[in-house]
Structure formats: C-alpha cells, structure tokens
C-alpha cells in the first residue's frame, strides 16, 4: 500500500466551493430558493473560521444544511402564523450565523501586533490546518532556572533548552556578561495552556523571545515567525509551511520569518499568500534577530578565553 498525503483547501477555495457546490446544493435538499435565503461571503467566512476547523469541507456542508434547515423551520412557521407574506428575504450574514448556530466553536489565537518585549507570533502546524502561537518569555530573580509552562511536549521543551545554551554560549554578542544566568530565572510561556503544544519548529521563536526579554529590545509585532535552532545557532527546515502561512495570511500577518531549506516549498504556497506576504528566508539567528528585534543589539568586548589567560601568565613567569 501507498500513504499519498495531500493538503488541505485554503479559505478562499474552500469560499468557492460552498458559493458553487455546497449551498445549492443544500438550498435544494430543504427546498429553499433564492427568493427566501441568501448566505453572503461574510457568512461563509464566519462558518469556515469559527464553526469548522478541517482541512476539507465536509463539516462546512453540514453546518450550511444546519442554516437551510433552520431557515426553513422559520419559513414554516412563518406561513402557520399567516405571517408568511411579511417574512422578508434571510440574508445570512456572520451576526446571522451565530444567531442561527449559536456560540462559535472555535476561536483564533490573536495577536495585539504591538512591538513587545519577550513576545513573538509562532507558527504552528495542526490536524486541522495552521495556527499562530504567541511565545512570551519573563525574566527574574534567581538561581539560572528555565521555566516552560502552556502544556508543552517533549520537543518544544528540548528546543528551548537548546535555544537557551544557544544564548548562554554567545552571551557577549547579546551585550550580556558570561554570567548572566546565574542571578537570574526565566520564564518562557506558551498561552492556552490547556491545548497541547509539541513539534520541532519553535526553536527560533524561542530564541528570539528569550534575547529580547534579557535585552530588554522589543519584538516586532507585525511579523510571524517558524523554524528549528540547533546549538550553533542554525536554522533547520520545518514542515506544514503552507498550512502555517495561510494561518499567517488569516490573521492579517504580512511578513514572515522562514528557513532558507524551506525555499523549495515555495511553488506549494498559494500564489495569493506569496504575493501579498514578505517571507525572509534565513540560515541563521544572527539573521532572525536582525530582522525581527526593533533595533540592533550591542555586543560586548570578547572575552578572554582562560586558557589564553593561563599561557600568557606562563610566558610572564618565564620572562621573569
């Protein structure tokens, strides 16, 4: 047997789908004709975002049926009422659709797209199609220890372990001293905690969260970001970045921070998302931090390598 995997619909195909197939389809199962109800795109839009969440459109056809039935049940007793010469036309729009469907389902993470310290837009990848994450990162009094709360799984807290070595190793290039973690204890949270968070794609994220909230340099808020870090600063390829992308492009994101192995995945992005968004392709943090900090960061001198420091009081002694 042979696994072939394919991706799910973006909301603008899956818009198309429902105005060309699926609501008259249902219109003409509850009898319902153009004359008594008409679901507009805004309506659409609300039942794709916050009453379904698949990568098909198979619970989008049910909740559309859900409507016509609803609306046909008004209809009749309407004309039971004698009443159904005064029913207007119902136009279906996202205040209709929770006043017909009731509370939404689901809700999106969002963002306040303000520059913050310690806080940077993820992206992240699901069953039901992509996700924004924001990842905030706290510092405090202590002994150097790292906290990782929001209900993460083995990987993301791997990758925060590497990302904070990562730190620790070039702590002079971040304006640091050597020693910075021994007084201090950091917190790096993931919000809805209730909702499991695993996948090797966070790293540079919270890398990133983690150098502004010890610089103190604010983050930009109208970017996203997604990739792996490994102890060199590297940035590793990720998977799911046309799914990501879409989440992205639905939150009103325009510019992305993306590995430069990811560049071949480029033709399966939609061509809208590749031309309304700005996707910097990068290899390495030095490159994420210089686009995604609000300003550069001031490094400290060197220091000294001790064993340097050893030879050289060596050759003193000698001299002497």
């Known amino acids: 047997m042979e696994v072939i995997r394919l991706s799910g619909y973006t909301e603008l195909e899956k818009l198309e789908i429902?105005?060309?197939f699926l609501v008259q389809k249902r219109m003409k199962e509850t009898g319902l004709g153009d004359k008594q109800i008409e679901?507009?795109?805004d309506g659409l839009r609300a039942l794709i975002e916050y009453y379904t969440?698949?990568?098909g459109v198979r619970n989008l056809e049910r909740e559309v049926g859900n409507l016509c039935r609803k609306v046909a049940r008004r209809i009749v007793n309407a004309q039971s009422d004698k009443k159904a010469g005064e029913?207007?036309?119902i136009v279906i729009d996202s205040a209709a659709v929770t006043e017909f469907l009731g509370p939404q389902k689901f809700r999106d993470l969002r963002t306040d797209r303000k520059n913050e310290v310690g806080a940077v837009t993820g992206l992240a990848w699901t069953e039901d199609g992509g996700q924004i994450l924001t990842t905030e990162?706290?510092?405090m009094e202590g002994r150097g220890k790292l906290t990782t709360t929001g209900k993460l799984g083995e990987v993301m807290q791997e990758s925060a372990q590497a990302a904070m070595s990562y730190l620790r190793s070039r702590a002079h290039v971040f304006g640091l001293p050597r020693d910075f973690y021994r007084h201090l204890d950091i917190h790096v949270h993931v919000p809805e905690g209730a909702i499991p968070k695993d996948g090797p794609s966070a790293g540079i994220t919270i890398?990133?969260?983690?150098v502004s909230a010890l610089t103190g340099i604010p983050v930009r808020g109208d970017?996203?970001?997604?990739?792996e870090i490994t102890l060199r600063g590297k940035v590793l390829a990720i998977g799911g970045l046309k799914e990501k992308l879409m989440a992205a492009h639905?939150?009103?994101?325009r510019e992305a921070i993306l590995p430069k192995d990811n560049e071949k995945d480029l033709p399966d992005i939609p061509e809208l998302i590749r031309n309304e968004m700005k996707l910097n392709f990068v290899e390495s943090m030095d490159q994420v931090l210089k686009i995604a900090l609000e300003r550069e960061i001031v490094a400290l001198p060197m220091p000294a390598n001790p064993v340097e420091i050893a030879q050289r009081a060596a050759e003193e002694n000698l001299t002497h």
């Open 18 to 20: 429902a105005k060309k």
């Open 39 to 41: 679901i507009t795109d």
């Open 53 to 55: 969440r698949e990568a």
């Open 87 to 89: 029913l207007p036309k």
């Open 137 to 139: 990162a706290t510092t």
């Open 207 to 210: 890398a990133t969260s983690l």
């Open 223 to 227: 970017l996203c970001m997604t990739g």
């Open 250 to 253: 639905r939150h009103g994101i």
